[in-house]
Structures are given as structure tokens and as C-alpha cells.
């Protein structure tokens, strides 16, 4: 620890003696400063212990002392060492009772004792701190590399939680808390989520101080580049000192080593990853789980499902780029579930997800989709579930969803919505409605003339499935009138209503432009 007015009182060759000020002693000293003026407040940075012989102090005038010591206490100045057998043979009492109104700590300095001793034993104790906190600090770092070398990033966190007296988590670059010790510090570090995300927003390397009632938190971010790959927190009851200072970095390049090799490892198993992929989408699933091995467990025999990601128009141009930033997300919903997730980003700017049916990949594409995805710009289809034989069904059933997404604006369509709903909103694009719009304008055209409502009469016949007195009378005419009506409308078209492919067409048409809803 820095050296103290208490530890200078203790020094043998000082010789110092304490007039005031007694309580105060355990305050550090940052420097020992010699200054006669009568104001040497604008010289003083603070922590100073000030040494004077009052060459130029009215030292027996009891305002002007009380007036100095006020100064010197607002200037930071810790403790005031007076020679005494210079200019005053003893500390006058106007100072003394200055100093101890004012609780400033007044050390009497003896003749034989030079102001250059004390300079020298503080510079000496300051000194003698900073090779601790130095060795304190390499001795950390070593720990923490062992801890890093055999143990991983939990023993790191672990580690450095001991050596700064506080608490320590880890935090992925979702923001999810992957390692905390001690484990009583779990619940406060999953309040801190909200500030890990804001310092993810920010610019690689980042760091922010967050207040609290019951520590001190620092966050540092992890990552070499720009982009936040993690965050480290440190929670302490006072300010990091110099040794815990040197912890704290060092636990810092750790783990950023750790990120950078995990995403190493990462790479290669997205490359092991789009192998097993071809070899499932090509049916030969007894192939892909000998290539996989124990890689992704029972992910590839247990009911799964697909998923597609791509950017909407292309990435945005500012901000993450949006891919990684939902392959990093679903990676660690599965690492916090203990699940097998298959990642393989596309070549064509496209992100393939194989994840279990049912599990917290799924759901938290599901969330992200919700939460961000159109913001982001992305557009999300998922297949319905499968297994190894239907590997290839499921991702066909993946990619037509992703274009229903694409149509509909939607950052998530899930291929069994399609199935289960009609097949009216899959046809809501400009060239469906231009098609019905040609098919159904004769029509349109000739009851404009007022001669007959064949566009309605169309309606009610196909609506009755061809039922003849069951659409007049919804139309309310004889029925050979409705029989007119339909030659009328074959006439026009030049297509027979006998054909199922033009009346199925025909109705499509019509609910396509809202006319068959009438």
C-alpha cells in the first residue's frame, strides 16, 4: 500500500512528532512538497504533505492561520510538516489551533531532521508500493495464464475474482452471462445485460464504469477487431488499484485470446458443418454422421429442423453486419442449453441452421426475428420438423418459406403456417393480381355496360360449385337466366366453364382482387 502520514510518524530517523490532526493519519501521501508562500495552493495537485519553516507565515496571527489551513484542506493537501528551530522555536499557537479545529494533520519536524529525508522516504515508500503492485500484478498474470492454459475462460474469471477482492463475469457477445464467480455475484451480473449491450453497440476496445448501491463495476470489452466479441466485468467495493489494475488486463488478453482461437475452432467447424449439410441435403445422412463424429451428438438422428437467414435487400451498410450477428445468437442460446447446433454460413449470403425440433435454438431465432430481424433487414425460413431421411424436404420446405418471407415483409415465416392457413396469401404479389386483373377486365367491361352482372353471377355459380338453383336463388334470378349468364361469360372469355382447370382460374382470380369475397 502507498506510504501514510502514520508510516512516516513510524519511520525511526524522522523523528516526527504529531501536534494535530491524529485521526487522520491513514491517509496516503502522494508526494512530499517543500513551499514557503504564504498561498501555495495553486501548486498543489493534492495528496501533498506540505513541509514548510513559515519564512513568510504570520504564523502567530490566528485568522490568517485559520484562513491557511482552510486553503491547504481544500487544495487536497493531506498533512503539513512545520520545522521548528528554524524560524519558530516551537509550533506557534495560532497554527496549532488552526490545524486542530480543522482536523488537518500537523507533524512538528525536529531541526535535525531535513526536509530532504522526508522527500526521500516518501519518494522511497512510493517507489517500494509500485514494485509490489508490479510483482503482485506479473505474479496474476501468471496465475491467470495457468488458470487460461489448463482450465479455460471460468477459471480465469474465477482467478481474477480473487485477486481484485470482488466478483468477475464473463459474457458472450449476446450479451449472456457464460462464467460468473463467486456464484452469489450471478444475479448481479445478469442485471448488468442491458450495459453489456450498449458497450456492443459501441467500437472495440470499450470499457464503462457502472455505479451501484453495493460495488464498483467495471466492463471491458473482448475482441481484437472492432467488433465486441464478448465483455468482461469486474465488481469491486472501492476503485481498482495498481496490482489489480495489471489483473484485470491480463484477464482482458486472456480471454480475448480464448474468443479469438474459439472462433478459429468456430471456423472450422462451420467448414466441417457445410460438409455434413451437403452430405444430409444429398441423402446420404450414414455418411454425415461418420464425418461428424461425436461433433454435433444426437443432433443429426433427433427430429431437427431447418433454417434459412438471409439479409432482406442486401446488408446494412452501416452497423454489424446482421448474419453473424444471428449465427453468434442462436450459437449461444445453444451453448446456454447444452444443445448441438449446426451453423453454415452460405457463400451466397446466406445463413443455413440445423437445430433440434422443439429446443432454445429455434425459440430464439423466433425471439431475435421478433426483436430484431427486421431491423436488421433479415428474412427467416424455417422448415417444419424432420428427420435424417427428410433432410433435403426440409430444407426445400425452408426455402419456400423464406420467399413467403421475402413477399410478406416478414423477418419469420415458419413453412407449417403455410401449410395450415390458405394458399390465397402466397399469391399477394403485383403479377398474380395483374393476371387477375387481365383474366376478370372483359368481364368487368361488359357489365359496365349495364347489361347483366356477369362477374357476380360468376361468383355465386363457382361459390354453389355449379349448383344452378342453389346460385340463383343467391343471386336471386330464374335459373335460366343464371344458365344465359354463364354462356355469356364463356362467350367473352372464349374458355368453357366445364374445364376445372378455368373455373379453379376463374376462382382464384376472384379472391385475388377481393371479388370473390362479395
Known amino acids: 500500500m502507498p506510504p501514510t502520514l502514520a508510516s512516516l510518524v513510524q519511520h525511526s530517523s524522522l523523528r516526527l512528532v504529531v501536534r494535530a490532526g ?47 489551513v482552510r486553503r491547504l484542506l481544500g487544495a487536497g493537501v493531506v498533512g503539513l510538516g512545520f520545522a ?93 452471462v457464460v462464467a460468473v464467480s463467486p456464484e452469489w455475484a450471478a444475479r448481479r451480473a445478469a442485471r448488468l445485460t442491458p450495459d453489456v449491450e450498449r458497450l456492443r453497440e459501441r467500437p472495440a476496445p470499450a470499457s464503462a464504469v457502472v455505479g451501484g448501491t453495493d460495488d464498483r463495476v467495471e466492463l471491458q470489452s473482448l475482441g481484437t477487431g472492432r467488433r465486441v466479441r464478448g465483455a468482461l466485468a469486474v465488481g469491486t467495493g472501492a476503485p481498482l488499484g495498481t496490482a489489480e489494475r495489471y489483473a484485470v488486463h491480463s484477464a482482458i488478453a486472456l480471454l480475448t485470446l480464448t474468443t479469438e482461437r474459439s472462433r478459429s475452432l468456430q471456423a472450422a467447424e462451420h467448414r466441417l458443418g457445410a460438409a455434413v449439410l451437403r452430405m444430409m441435403l444429398a441423402g446420404q445422412a450414414e455418411h454425415a454422421r461418420t464425418v461428424a463424429g461425436d461433433v454435433y451428438g444426437g443432433l443429426l438422428d433427433a427430429p431437427f429442423r431447418l433454417l434459412v437467414a438471409e439479409p432482406a435487400g442486401g446488408e446494412q451498410a452501416t452497423g ?21 447446433v449446426l451453423t453454415v454460413p452460405e457463400g451466397d449470403g446466406r445463413l443455413v441452421v440445423l437445430a433440434g425440433d422443439g429446443g432454445a435454438v429455434v425459440a430464439a431465432c423466433a425471439g431475435y426475428a421478433e426483436r430484431e430481424a427486421e431491423d436488421a433487414g433479415l428474412v427467416v425460413g424455417l422448415s417444419a420438423s424432420a428427420g435424417p431421411v427428410t433432410a433435403a424436404v426440409a430444407y426445400k420446405q425452408a426455402e419456400q418459406a423464406l420467399s413467403v418471407a421475402r413477399r410478406r415483409g416478414r423477418a419469420l415465416v415458419e413453412h407449417e403456417d403455410l401449410a395450415a392457413g390458405s394458399v390465397l396469401p402466397l ?45 340463383a336463388a343467391d343471386l336471386g334470378v330464374h335459373r335460366h337466366t343464371l344458365r344465359y349468364r354463364m354462356r355469356r361469360v364463356e362467350e367473352i372469355l372464349g374458355r368453357s ?22
Open 22 to 68: 491524529e485521526d487522520r493519519l491513514d491517509t496516503p501521501v502522494r508526494w512530499a512538497h517543500v513551499s514557503e508562500l504564504a498561498d501555495p495552493v495553486p501548486y498543489m495537485e493534492g495528496g501533498e504533505l506540505l513541509l514548510t519553516t513559515a519564512l513568510t507565515l504570520d504564523a502567530e496571527d490566528g485568522e490568517a492561520m485559520r484562513r491557511y
Open 84 to 176: 521548528v528551530g528554524v524560524n519558530y522555536d516551537d509550533i506557534p499557537e495560532a497554527l496549532l489551533d488552526a490545524a486542530r479545529a480543522e482536523h488537518l494533520p500537523l507533524l512538528e519536524v525536529p531541526r535535525r531532521t531535513p526536509f530532504l529525508a522526508i522527500s526521500k522516504a516518501v519518494s522511497a515508500a512510493i517507489a517500494a508500493d509500485q514494485y509490489r503492485a508490479v510483482t503482485a500484478g506479473f505474479e496474476a498474470q501468471r496465475e491467470l495464464t495457468r488458470a487460461a492454459l489448463a482450465e479455460g475462460p471460468d477459471a480465469v474469471v474465477a482467478r481474477l475474482a480473487a485477486h481484485v477482492d470482488g466478483w468477475a463475469a464473463l459474457y458472450d457477445a449476446a450479451g449472456s
Open 320 to 340: 454489424e453486419p446482421p448474419l453473424p450477428v444471428l449465427a453468434e445468437a442462436l450459437e449461444a442460446a445453444a451453448a446456454r442449453a447444452g444443445e448441438a
Open 427 to 471: 399469391l399477394a404479389d403485383d403479377a398474380v393480381r395483374a393476371f387477375a386483373d387481365g383474366m376478370l377486365r372483359a368481364l368487368r367491361e361488359h357489365d359496365a355496360t349495364g347489361r347483366g352482372d356477369l362477374v357476380a353471377s360468376l361468383r355465386a355459380w363457382l361459390s354453389r360449385h355449379g349448383q344452378w338453383d342453389a346460385a
Open 497 to 518: 366453364l366445364d374445364d376445372p382447370d378455368v373455373r379453379m382460374e376463374l376462382w382464384l382470380a376472384l379472391k385475388t382482387t377481393g371479388e370473390g369475397e362479395k
